[in-house]
């Protein structure tokens, strides 16, 4: 793969503002936790902002497309070292319900935005490839933040731990200043929002690469927000969770070369059917010897391995059959809806979680993902090889962020 001056930019602000956010988040349910607040209301909180901001990035798509990326992707990364503050002021369910719904906002926006942008700096014939780039950088910026922030809100508190992740995701807006615009002039009207869309719909397949990304991220969801909780309850200490939560991140970083390589070479169905059964897979066994071990190796079997084979596969299908000047609606409108999704799923989550137990929640959501496995078996569109998937006016690749 040839690199861009401009994939290595997007790339470094992609790995300074998830690192600060990722600081700030990955144990913010057990933070939210340890503060008081219930399941119910932790769900809730994840919810509301999910949900509308998820369906706010349908309009903005066309935005990003019209108006231009990098102007976009500076707003929204705004938002990450604003939510960073306001949690050390926040102490009520309503503050932190308002403060999700900001970043979710500002979220919005800079996902649509990088992730149109991200697609203008890559090339044909490579999106595989290319994603494994991008993922690598991701899942190294999203696998160390748990450990950094299990050791640094056991020993220093989490208001320092925000402050350290508000400076980090700064320093992403910095690079980003500097970014070189790729926009294809496009007339900003009612008209306009139509064509795309109506363009957009016209993709064959979509339903069924919406409807993986879709139920991956729900399944997900559900995972990332209750889980470390669970582990609290159990009576894992932060910086053990910490770890615990990068174990399938850092694993994922060296699995996504030989995983992009086959997205671009081989039948997607042989990568995206063993993923869903993995995912369940590890689902189900996660809480079965209730040991450090079990939970590492579930967790990345689950986490690491399975959803990943699962989601980028569809991710990259959709990169390969969307236009190039589509590029900001695709995006906002399937993974806005998904973000929508994973908004009910958690608060799903946390009534269920609240009326059940975490432990029976988790173990039934995951089957969903063996039902999907089930499902796809005999679908043939799965079935074509990756390069089959081109279309003649593909002039740049691209590829959605999750």
């Given amino acids: 793969m040839k690199i861009k001056d401009g994939y290595l930019k997007a790339n470094s602000i992609l790995f300074l503002t998830m690192l600060g956010y990722g600081l700030v988040t990955a144990l913010l349910s057990v933070y939210l936790n340890k503060q008081g607040v219930s399941l119910a209301n932790i769900g809730l909180i994840f919810s509301v902002g999910a949900i509308i901001a998820g369906l706010f990035r349908v309009p903005i798509g066309i935005l990003v497309d019209c108006l231009g990326k990098k102007r976009f992707l500076i707003i929204g990364a705004i938002g990450y070292p604003l939510f960073s503050i306001g949690l050390i002021y926040a102490s009520t369910v309503s503050h932190y319900i308002l403060l999700n719904l900001m970043v979710a906002f500002f979220d919005a926006v800079f996902w649509t935005a990088f992730s149109a942008h991200f697609f203008d700096v890559m090339s044909k014939g490579e999106e595989g490839i290319g994603m494994a780039g991008r993922n690598i950088t991701l899942y190294t910026a999203t696998g160390i933040a748990p450990i950094i922030s299990g050791v640094l809100a056991t020993k220093f508190g989490f208001g320092n731990l925000f402050m350290l992740g508000a400076a980090i995701s700064v320093s992403g807006i910095l690079i980003a200043l500097t970014l070189k615009d790729h926009n294809h002039a496009k007339k900003l009207c009612y008209q306009a929002m139509h064509e795309e869309y109506a363009n957009i719909l016209k993709i064959k397949g979509l339903p069924l690469i919406a ?59 042989t990568i995206l059917i063993p993923g869903f059964l993995m995912f369940w897979l590890g689902g189900v066994l996660f809480f079965a010897f209730k040991n450090y071990i079990s939970y590492f190796f579930n967790r990345a079997i689950m986490l690491g391995t399975g959803s990943d084979m699962a989601y980028w596969p569809a991710v990259s299908m959709l990169a390969k059959l969307t236009p190039t000047v589509d590029n900001g609606g695709a995006v906002a409108l399937i993974f806005g809806l998904s973000a929508a999704i994973k908004g009910f799923g958690a608060l799903a989550g946390g009534y269920l979680a609240q009326m059940f137990g975490i432990e029976t ?25 990756g390069t089959q998937f081109h279309k003649v006016h593909h002039h740049r690749a691209h590829i959605p962020l999750r």
């Fill in 211 to 269: 409807g993986i990304i879709f139920l991956v991220d729900f399944v997900f969801v559900f995972w990332s927000i209750f889980m470390p909780i669970w582990l609290l309850q159990v009576g894992v200490s932060l910086g053990v969770i910490g770890v615990l939560l990068s174990a399938n991140l850092l694993i994922g970083v060296f699995l996504q070369i030989p995983i992009g390589k086959a997205i671009d070479k081989w039948p997607i169905r």
């Fill in 361 to 385: 929640v988790l173990v039934s959501i995951s089957y969903l993902a063996l039902a999907a496995a089930i499902i796809l078996i005999p679908l043939k569109i799965l079935k074509k090889k």
